[in-house]
């Protein structure tokens, strides 16, 4: 099996630990990074991870502004074997997860795992609430799939001009006629991101949603329902609504072994998480309105495709056309 590691760092925080984990990772499957850093942090990096695992740029003929889908695109290109994980760099498997990965890719184009976080600072606990809700609600997105080399380039890849880009690859699969499993048990563990990061990726996550309706909808209304329950003055409303999503949160936690990997506290973030993405969705219809998310220097008007349009695109692909929408109009 091979993974694949598309990164782009700021800086050599967490070197050494990645460093680590990578050296146990080339041990079980062929580890492709990558790199889309600095030419300083790329050369540090090669001088760190020399015989560990195959180190390479993005491959420079590629266009898109989503650098992780650039990365993704040269790495299974690159891969040697029929089965592939793609994972952020926060992203940490043990052996069981990648033999369970692997063996679901045996009868599937592409798996969806479900990450957690840990060790478990405040932030991390926050979006813990998210994940609860959206595992009892169908299931989470983590930072990480596994799909097969074989449907993905004959395929053509997918969008590199998208903002949620693992949404996109899982219906780019789909819309190819492909199957996919999203098992609720098998977990991955995922570093926390910092604080700063967290914070900048509220309005952004947000966003994401804008190829959701639905959800982006449910969001939307969060802060008039509130709003309504105070001029109305009943504030039990509020507080049964809060009981509810705690509710909801604990099925999520519950299912599939959950309770496992995720605290019993951290169903208590989910009404937090549903006030904060309240105005959040907001403030995305903003950054819509006025041409979409900031991005490397752009700005990414497209979270992901409907499925439909994806289905539109494949027809009129190009054959052997790896990046599947480099000349087609959105």
């Known amino acids: ?180 499993a999203t098992p609720a048990w098998l977990y991955v563990r995922r570093l926390p991101p910092t604080t700063a990061h967290f914070l900048g990726q509220r309005v952004r996550q947000a966003y994401d949603e804008t190829a959701r309706p639905a959800w982006l909808l449910a969001g939307l209304a969060v802060l008039p329902a509130t709003a309504a329950a105070l001029a109305a003055r009943r504030p039990g409303l509020l507080l049964k609504a809060g009981l509810v999503t705690v509710a909801v949160a604990e099925l999520g936690r519950r299912r599939a072994g959950g309770a496992r990997v995720f605290p019993a506290h951290t169903t208590l973030a989910a009404p937090a998480w549903v006030l904060e993405r309240g105005l959040c969705a907001w403030l995305a219809v903003g950054r819509r309105l006025r041409g979409g998310v900031p991005y490397a220097g752009a700005r990414l008007g497209v979270a992901a495709h409907s499925t439909g349009a994806l289905r539109r695109r494949l027809a009129r692909r190009r054959p052997d056309d790896l990046v599947l929408w480099v000349d087609a109009a959105t």
């Open 1 to 180: 099996m091979a993974y694949v590691l598309p990164l782009r760092a700021a800086d050599d925080h967490g070197l050494d630990e990645l460093t680590g984990y990578l050296r146990e990772l080339s041990g079980w499957v062929d580890v492709v990074v990558v790199d889309g850093s600095s030419p300083e942090l790329f050369a540090r990096h090669a001088a760190a991870w020399d015989g560990l695992v195959r180190h390479v740029p993005p491959d420079p003929a590629l266009r898109g502004r989503n650098g992780k889908v650039l990365g993704v695109l040269t790495g299974v290109a690159l891969a040697r074997h029929e089965h592939v994980v793609i994972a952020d760099d926060d992203v940490r498997y043990d052996l069981p997860g990648l033999r369970a990965v692997h063996g679901l890719l045996d009868r599937v184009d592409l798996v969806r795992p479900q990450n957690h976080f840990d060790p478990l600072p405040w932030h991390a606990w926050w979006d813990t609430g998210r994940t609860l809700l959206a595992r009892a609600l169908g299931g989470d997105w983590p930072g990480t799939l596994a799909v097969r080399r074989g449907t993905f380039l004959a395929m053509g890849g997918y969008d590199p001009d998208v903002l949620f880009e693992n949404l996109e690859l899982h219906r780019t699969v789909r819309a190819y006629g492909g199957s996919a």
